[in-house]
Every structure is written in structure tokens, then in C-alpha cells.
């Protein structure tokens, strides 16, 4: 299903001057911007009720709305490794947290910004985009992927004082969330200075500590993802003077934890007034996947914590899911600081502008608290796309794609040329451009497969003890697939589970058990054995040999 790059100009025309020389087509400019952990709420996705991503919703009738895209591997370093080469991970054998660039197989596959940049464009990026950055793939690469503010008790970098335990115990990233005004350790005598940390607030960078000066809302410094967005407006600023093709890449960290943002962003959603999404009492019952996982998986043991820390597990997903919409809400505006400089420069009409995420997360569904699950959640990313001359404003497509479709897309889009592999030992690109659904997206009609496909690593598999170098097999990791109307997750045992979006969009209730889905799940299994393929699963499990190994699996699921 792999899909081979067709060399096609998408911009074909002359231009006559008056002495009867011909000028080149000018070729469109690219940005890309990434977040992280970003799931579907926003707006134009409706994932949220109390959602505000105005930036967000703006462009979104610029462009077309992919309703239904996903990520291929709900984990920053895998995700991210992939779509920014354009091969799967279980093509590749990057299945995880290893460096792509020591893969046999992405070694020797051209970058989507190499591509790029060996097609004549101006590549530059800044903030987080490969989790493993390697600065020689891009011309200009100023900021580095940076987490912070942290907090910084003066020795070291913890929790957030004001979160309770146990939940903070978790850590300086996961278990920390809070507004900027917050400032840690604030009566303690040594607070920071300019050159120096005390304790209190420190930037994120692993190699060093500095200090980040909170005075006040209007008296601090920026944080990382402002420092990127406003270094992204500077740089097309000088685009515009340039006259060069440039590929920009902007990556924000935020609504991945620390979730901290400016006060004013959480007054945006008072605490009393935070809605969760809907929870179903029981939910993680007929799911198989604490048959599969330990309880300390990150996902099941973040729930427990943060439950612990507040009482019931309502009090503390309500100041989770406060601080997640902030955050979020502050994603957006610098978004829109992007976006700005963009159509301030004029650069707008002849740019396409990608917006997406490496993946979702799960806030409390199914007893789950973390990304790194085969459900919606996590799966589901946010994906606009707005391509001058090419896509319809306003468009929205509910098509199931995946990020694995950027690559081949822009390519087409920017009539790249040659092959992207840098040798026989590479691989082909394995997406297909969204090119169709963009000119024509209530059709629905492309060359892509009819469902869009997620890898779920087993690297803390439960269900049956495996040796160490399985978790480098394919055979041996976690699937799901997204059609229009189902999703169908097929764990490594061969327990599966099947969900009917038609009637059940949260994916409630299991129907793998029911004897009238029979059809429909031996053609979802066939459907993700085409698509895996070479890739061979073992024969499909009974659900008697997955209970025999953990139990019932019936899991600790809370109401």
C-alpha cells in the first residue's frame, strides 16, 4: 500500500513579460505546525464544549478540516520519527523510543524537510518537531524542543509544590500543571535572579539550568512556545524580503505536560465550571486492555494518582482538564501569532499551511490518563490543511487518514522531485497524498486505504512474557484501525475489541462478543492484515486464553 511519489508540477503556468521571456512557475511556500499531545478539543473538531481556539477555528474556514485524522503511533518519538519521513514504524522497524536516525531504514530516507531543502527550498524550524533532533536537516534551527518553565526547588527540578501528592511525586513533566503566577517556592529566600537559579521557576533545557523571571503577567519572560512563535513571525518577515521557497516547521509543546500557561488562561475556565468529557461507569470493563497492559502502564496508574491526590477522580480530572484546556487555549494564540505574520506579509496567498498534532490523549475515558492507547483519545489528531489554489474553504471531509499522508501530500502539492529514498536500503513512502479530498473533500474519494491505522507498542505488555527482542517484532505490538463508522483494536493475543461509531461514538461498548458483528469483524481483521502486510499476526485468539493469562481483564475501572 506503500505509495510511489508521481512527479507532478501543481502549479503550471506562464507568465509573459513584455520582451517575450517566459518566468518559472512559482512554486508555493510551505508551514508546518506541529503541537503535542494536542487532542480534539478545539473548536472546529468539537472535542470540548468549554473549548476556545479561536486562532484555530479562523483557519479552519480558510481550509479543509480533516474530521477523522490519526496518528500512526500515539507517542511523541515514534509519531514523529514517522510522518516526518513518511514510512510507518512497522516499515521501518522505529517502532518506539529509539533514535530514528540510527534506523537502518530512515538512515537511508530522505527527512521530509531534506526533501525539501534537495529540491531547492529554504528549509528552517524551531521548537519541538523530531523528539530526537538532529540540527544538520535543517539550514536554520535556532530553539531547541524546551518543556519549561519548570519548577526548581533549588536543587533540582520536581512537581509542582501546589499539586497534591500523590500525584506530583509522578514528576517535573507529568505531574505538574498550574498557572504561570504560581510561582514555586515563592517565599523561599532564594529565588532567582537573573543569572542564577534559587528556586522558583527555571526554563526546560536538559544540559543547563536557567532561570525564567516571573515579576508579574506583563514583567516575566516568554516561554518557549512564545519565544518559537515570535521568532517564526521574524523569520517570515525576512521570507517576505527574501523571495526564496522556504519550508518553515513550528513546533509548541504545549498542552503537553508541564501543562503551565499565563493566569489569563486559566481564568478562561474557572474550576467550578469545567466540564469532563463523558465517562461511562464501568467503561474499562469489556475493553481488553488491562489484559494486556500492567496497572502501572502510565495510562492506568496516572488515573489512580490523580484520583488519590483529590479525593474522587472527578476532583482531580476537573483541574487536569482545566489546566489541558488552558494550555490548549494558549497553544492557539501562539497559533495565531504564526498565522498573523503570515497574512501580514502577504506570504498567505502563495503558503501551504499544515496544522496538526503527533497525537491525542486520553483525559479520564476508559480510567485512562495518558496518550499511548488504541482508543479515539489518543489516536485522534486535530489536521487543517489550507492550500492556495488548491483547497475549498470551509471544507471538511470525515475520510479516515493519517499523519503518514502529510509527506506524500506536501510533495505533491510543491511538485517535488526525485526519489525519497537515499538509497535501496531506504523505503518508498507508504501514504498517499490528500490532494483529492482537499479539491474535493464531501467526496471522499482518494487513492488511500479505507481506514487509517495505529500502532500501539508493547513494550509494557502483560498479557504473556516475552523476551526483550520481541519488542522490536511488528507481529508482536498492539493495532487499531479507524474507519468511517468503526474502530477495530487487535491486541497481540488476538483479543480484539470492535466499536460502532454510527451509535456509539465513545466507544462505549465492546462488540466483539456479540455474534452478529462476526461479518464485521473478520473484515476489519482482514482490512488491518492488508494493511500491516508483510507484516503476518498470528491466527486470531480466543477470549478464553487472554482471561486464562490476567484473569478476567476486566481491569480497575472507576465511575
Known sequence: MRHVLGVVATLIGVAVACGGATAAPSRPNVVLIVCDDLNDWVEPLGGHPQAQTPALASFARTGVTFTNAHSNNPVCAPSRSSFLTGIYPHTSGNLFWKKWFENPVLAESKTLMG????????????????????????????????????????????????????????????????????????????????????????????????????????????????????????????????????????????????????????????????????????????????????????????????????????????????AYLACTAFADAQIGVVLGALARTGLDENTVVVITSDHGFNIGEKSFLFKNSPWEESTRVPLFVRAPGVSVAGGRTDTPVSLIDLYPTLADLCGLEGDTRKSAAGRPLDGHSLRPLLTDPAAGVWEGPPAALTMVHAEEDAAREQPPEAHDDPASQHWSIRTRTHRYVRYNTGAIELYDHRTDPHEWYNLADEPSQRGTIEQMDGLLRE????????????EARVREQRGDGNGEDQP
Open 531 to 542: 494493511m500491516i502486510a508483510p507484516v503476518v499476526l498470528e491466527p486470531q485468539g480466543s
Open 115 to 322: 526533501y525539501f531543502r534537495e529540491n531547492g527550498y529554504r528549509v528552517v524550524g524551531s521548537g519541538k518537531l523530531m523528539h530526537h533532533a538532529r540540527r544538520g536537516e535543517w539550514d536554520e534551527f535556532p530553539n531547541p524542543a524546551d518543556y519549561g518553565p519548570l519548577a526548581w526547588d533549588g536543587e533540582r527540578r520536581v512537581g509542582h509544590p501546589s499539586v497534591a501528592e500523590p500525584f506530583r511525586s509522578i514528576g517535573a513533566i507529568d505531574g505538574s500543571f498550574g498557572s504561570l503566577a504560581d510561582v514555586p517556592f515563592a517565599d523561599d529566600p532564594r529565588q532567582p535572579d537573573a543569572d542564577k537559579p534559587g528556586s522558583g521557576w527555571i526554563y526546560g533545557g536538559w544540559q543547563s539550568v536557567r532561570p525564567f523571571r516571573y515579576a508579574g503577567p506583563d514583567d516575566r519572560d516568554l516561554t518557549p512556545d512564545e519565544r518559537v512563535a515570535r521568532w517564526a513571525a521574524r523569520r517570515l518577515e525576512r521570507f517576505s524580503e527574501e523571495g526564496e521557497p522556504f519550508f518553515l516547521a513550528v513546533g509548541f509543546i504545549r498542552p503537553h505536560t508541564p501543562m503551565y500557561a499565563p493566569q489569563a488562561f486559566f481564568d478562561r475556565f474557572p474550576l467550578d465550571s469545567v466540564e469532563l468529557p463523558p465517562r461511562l461507569a464501568g467503561d474499562a470493563g469489556d475493553t481488553r486492555y488491562a489484559a494486556h497492559f500492567s496497572p502501572e502502564v502510565k495510562g492506568r496508574r496516572y488515573f489512580r494518582l490523580i484520583e488519590a491526590s483529590y479525593g474522587s477522580a472527578e476532583a482531580g480530572l476537573k483541574r487536569f482538564a482545566q
